[in-house]
T-cell receptor, first 116, second 111 residues
Framework: NAGVTQTPKFRILKIGQSMTLQCTQD?????MYWYRQDPGMGLKLIYY???????DKGEVPNGYNVSRSTTEDFPLRLELAAPSQTSVYFC???????????????FGNGTRLTVT | GENVEQHPSTLSVQEGDSAVIKCTYS??????FPWYKQELGKRPQLIID?????GEKKDQRIAVTLNKTAKHFSLHITETQPEDSAVYFC??????????FGTGTSLTVIP
């Protein structure tokens, strides 16, 4: 299993450009997530999905869009990139609820995005 | 959403000493509490987790305790080693399967 794969690893965008961050997982997890991590900060939830065709907003969704057409893929779209979107983006997946609790997030290696 | 507070933000210990990191959360329905270790430039990796029906869990030098009544949980690392130096994040999962993270603790183990 490759786990969670993110591409690209690095990207520099100009203000106003758009791009898609790709995320795919081969663990047949229903739950997928996008987080951003700013320097010295924790991870903030952007969007999440509980299964194919279902997505929902997290803590910081403005400026982003997602889609979930398959179980495996969960791309994150940035429209009209702004300097405030400079960050490291992590995609993660999870099996979901298990017994009386949950199961852990499995993270990709991240995409380092700079908007100038 | 969930409010997760993590303390301290930085922690320095001598090699061999213990380290304790604490987190509080706001949603009493939250049911899963993982801890992640993140080395510089790397992705967060799970080191231990605890479910809401358990009060304590131990894995070698690492332990986690959960107090559901007080809505706080703690990470304990004993016999610290230089390779334990990293940033540690607590997280809380709610019943909607959303994970919320603390702001991290930068642990430095001094040889």
């Amino acid at each position: 299993n490759a786990g969670v794969t993110q591409t690209p690893k690095f990207r520099i965008l100009k203000i106003g450009q758009s791009m898609t961050l790709q995320c795919t997982q081969d663990m047949n997890h229903n739950y997928m997530y996008w987080y951003r991590q700013d320097p010295g900060m924790g991870l903030k939830l952007i969007y999440y999905s509980v299964g194919a065709g279902i997505t929902d907003k997290g803590e910081v969704p403005n400026g982003y869009n997602v889609s979930r057409s398959t179980t495996e893929d969960f791309p994150l779209r940035l429209e009209l990139a702004a300097p405030s979107q400079t960050s490291v983006y992590f995609c993660a997946s999870s099996l979901g609820n298990r017994g009386s609790g949950g199961s852990p997030l499995h993270f990709g290696n991240g995409t380092r995005l700079t908007v100038t | 959403g969930e409010n997760v507070e993590q303390h301290p933000s930085t922690l320095s210990v001598q090699e061999g000493d213990s380290a304790v990191i604490k987190c509080t959360y706001s949603d009493s329905a939250s049911n899963y509490f993982p801890w992640y270790k993140q080395e510089l430039g790397k992705r967060p990796q799970l080191i231990i987790d605890i479910r809401s029906n358990v009060g304590e869990k131990k894995d070698q030098r690492i332990a986690v305790t959960l107090n559901k009544t007080a809505k706080h949980f703690s990470l304990h690392i004993t016999e610290t080693q230089p390779e334990d130096s990293a940033v540690y994040f607590c997280a809380v999962k709610n019943t909607g399967n959303q994970f919320y993270f603390g702001t991290g603790t930068s642990l430095t183990v001094i040889p």
